[in-house]
């Protein structure tokens, strides 16, 4: 297990390697553009909301809990701004994910990196990768609303960092994952039982994405690191089974 996991931190430092080789540098703009304003968007909201919520949902006879809460709040806060944030640059970046997929994937396989076909492949793309993202949006929206409820319920939130680190580790494999096999025709039903298959390696992999996220500067890369080291998972790993 322990072996696992450390080869899907492996794989985020593959994907560090990857986008900085040359023929796939190109490809990391648009991916990385998109994700760099949208977190500095989630951060401005997170710290603007953080004040607001803490005083709208702890009510004065409970203040004196402040301390106590504060944390709680701050966690959850973050982690449903940066979530929401996560999954709309998702869906922005979806189309030009799934190009640098395609070009990292070429390299893993020794082949020539394929050139772009340019703005007539974006409908191609659109269509191919979005139908998978509302698929991954239902199931993640299950067990956000899941894990939502066991952060509010007294006692048992205790636990709730820990179910939130999980959550944010698989939710971030299957997130990145989506973007090679889809350029395999594979879409959400048939990616989840290879990646549970592999599943101590994919939060290995996510979980390592998650640290990323809370580092600043690191966090704009996420995105076309996720990218780029879960094509290397599928290559190495994913696509054998």
Same mark, same amino acid.
């Given at each position: 297990? $322990?072996?696992?996991?450390?080869k899907?931190?492996?794989?985020?430092?593959?994907?560090?390697s990857?986008?900085t080789?040359?023929?796939?540098r190109?490809?990391?703009?648009? !991916?990385l553009?998109i994700?760099?304003l949208l977190?500095?968007?989630?951060?401005?909201?997170?710290?603007?909301?953080?004040?607001?919520?803490?005083?709208?949902?702890?009510?004065?006879?409970?203040?004196?809990?402040?301390?106590?809460?504060?944390? $709680?709040?701050?966690?959850l806060?973050?982690?449903?701004v940066?979530?929401?944030?996560?999954i709309?640059?998702?869906?922005?970046?979806?189309?030009?994910?799934?190009?640098?997929a395609?070009?990292?994937?070429?390299?893993?396989?020794?082949l020539p990196?394929?050139?772009?076909?340019?703005y *007539?492949?974006?409908?191609?793309?659109?269509?191919?990768?979005? *139908?998978?993202?509302?698929? *991954?949006?239902?199931?993640m929206? *299950?067990?956000?609303?899941?894990?939502?409820?066991?952060?509010?319920?007294?006692?048992?939130?205790? $636990?709730? !960092?820990l179910?939130?680190?999980?959550?944010?580790a698989?939710?971030?494999? $299957?997130?990145?994952?989506?973007?090679?096999?889809?350029?395999?025709?594979?879409?959400?039903?048939?990616?989840? !039982?290879?990646?549970?298959?592999?599943?101590?390696?994919?939060?290995?992999?996510?979980?390592?994405?998650s640290?990323?996220?809370?580092?600043?500067?690191?966090?704009?890369?996420?995105? !076309?690191?996720?990218?780029?080291?879960?094509?290397?998972?599928?290559?190495?790993?994913?696509?054998?089974?």
């Amino acid at each position: 297990m $322990i072996t696992d996991i450390f080869k899907g931190f492996g794989y985020v430092f593959s994907g560090f390697s990857l986008i900085t080789q040359r023929g796939i540098r190109p490809f990391v703009v648009v !991916p990385l553009l998109i994700n760099i304003l949208l977190f500095a968007g989630g951060v401005w909201l997170a710290k603007s909301q953080l004040d607001y919520w803490m005083t709208r949902l702890l009510p004065d006879w409970l203040s004196w809990l402040e301390w106590l809460l504060w944390p $709680i709040f701050a966690l959850l806060i973050f982690f449903v701004v940066f979530y929401a944030f996560s999954i709309l640059a998702n869906l922005i970046a979806a189309p030009f994910n799934a190009v640098l997929a395609e070009r990292v994937e070429a390299r893993l396989n020794g082949l020539p990196i394929p050139a772009f076909e340019g703005y *007539k492949s974006i409908p191609r793309l659109l269509a191919r990768t979005f *139908k998978s993202e509302f698929s *991954k949006l239902w199931y993640m929206a *299950k067990w956000f609303l899941l894990v939502l409820i066991l952060t509010l319920i007294p006692g048992i939130n205790l $636990i709730a !960092p820990l179910a939130w680190t999980l959550f944010g580790a698989w939710m971030l494999t $299957i997130e990145y994952a989506d973007y090679p096999m889809g350029n395999h025709n594979l879409f959400f039903n048939d990616e989840l !039982p290879l990646l549970k298959r592999h599943r101590n390696t994919a939060l290995g992999f996510g979980w390592l994405l998650s640290l990323m996220t809370a580092i600043p500067g690191l966090n704009f890369l996420v995105m !076309p690191v996720g990218v780029a080291g879960a094509t290397a998972l599928w290559v190495d790993r994913l696509s054998k089974s």
